[in-house]
């Protein structure tokens, strides 16, 4: 699966704020070379956003990657604007996660709250055709009780709702 390229942004902007400054390709064969120039565009367009203070790059005039870029040294780390854009990202990825355990919980109180409302439904059934009083009574208790917890479960779930519609 091929990262977008302002993931591929993100993570190697992690990695230079976290001290690394080198970078160059894994293999020196063609393909190592190839794979290289998009963390090579990544840094050089982070550089032209203003996200890092300095770069020196090293081009290839080989014939067979002529133009490649082969070694990036990154001069002076991150820029305010670079550390502002890791901040950002950082806080959207524990929002999107924060929903995702949200909308996971949302999903299992739902499905909670439709086995309780079967139970009901079934118990209501049952006490339309029994005939003694004291199985009456008891399947209205059973009855009474399931609904205070499918109240509960609903009002948590409005809570998750209103928590998502906020964010």
Same mark, same amino acid.
Not at 34 to 42: L, N, P, R, V
């Given at each position: 699966?091929?990262?977008?390229?302002?993931?591929?942004?993100?993570?190697?902007?992690?990695?230079?704020?976290?001290?690394?400054?080198?970078? @160059?390709?894994?293999?020196?064969? #063609?393909? =190592?070379?190839?794979? &290289?120039?998009?963390?090579?565009?990544?840094? +050089?367009? *982070?550089?032209?956003?203003?996200?890092?203070?300095?770069?020196?790059?090293?081009?290839?005039?080989?014939?067979?990657?002529?133009? @490649?870029?082969?070694?990036?040294? #990154?001069? =002076?780390?991150?820029? &305010?604007?670079?550390?502002?854009?890791?901040? +950002?990202? *950082?806080?959207?990825?524990?929002?999107?996660?924060?929903?995702?355990?949200?909308?996971?919980?949302?999903?299992?109180?739902?499905?909670?709250?439709?086995?309780?409302?079967?139970?009901?439904?079934?118990?209501?059934?049952?006490?339309?055709?029994?005939?003694?009083?004291?199985?009456?009574?008891?399947?209205?208790?059973?009855?009474?009780?399931?609904?205070?917890?499918?109240?509960?479960?609903?009002?948590?779930?409005?809570?998750?709702?209103?928590?998502?519609?906020?964010?």
């Amino acid at each position: 699966m091929n990262e977008s390229l302002e993931l591929k942004m993100l993570k190697i902007l992690e990695r230079i704020h976290n001290g690394e400054r080198n970078f @160059s390709p894994d293999n020196n064969d #063609v393909q =190592g070379i190839s794979d &290289f120039q998009a963390i090579a565009k990544c840094i +050089i367009s *982070a550089h032209n956003r203003g996200y890092l203070q300095d770069i020196k790059h090293w081009k290839s005039y080989h014939k067979n990657d002529y133009g @490649s870029i082969l070694h990036i040294i #990154v001069i =002076g780390g991150l820029t &305010f604007e670079g550390e502002q854009f890791l901040s +950002i990202q *950082a806080e959207f990825k524990s929002n999107v996660y924060q929903n995702q355990r949200l909308i996971k919980k949302h999903e299992m109180l739902k499905e909670k709250w439709d086995l309780i409302n079967e139970k009901i439904n079934r118990l209501e059934r049952e006490k339309i055709f029994e005939t003694r009083p004291e199985e009456k009574m008891r399947l209205t208790n059973h009855i009474q009780e399931a609904k205070r917890e499918r109240d509960e479960i609903e009002t948590e779930m409005m809570y998750i709702e209103n928590q998502l519609e906020s964010t």
